[in-house]
């Protein structure tokens, strides 16, 4: 799979809110990027910044499947 320019934006953002500490705007940015590009390992990227932002990754995974 071929890396565009916006993936590596979005993907150093990520990085950088994490870095920081921002948990949930990791987790935001992550989600909503990973939705448009299906990627898995950046949903599942997303899910582990929520969880570290506090919040109950169990009912977001839940209600994503419903």
């Known amino acids: 799979m071929e890396r565009v320019d ?3 934006r979005v993907e150093n953002q990520v990085r ?3 870095r920081e500490g921002m948990w949930s705007h990791a987790a935001e ?3 909503k990027h990973s939705e448009t590009t299906g990627d898995t390992a950046l ?3 997303a899910y582990d910044d929520y969880h570290k932002a506090g919040y109950q990754v169990d009912k977001l995974v839940s209600s994503s499947n419903d």
Do not use: F, P, S
């Open 6 to 8: 916006g993936d590596v």
């Open 16 to 18: 950088e809110y994490e």
């Open 29 to 31: 940015l992550a989600d």
């Open 43 to 45: 949903k599942q990227r």
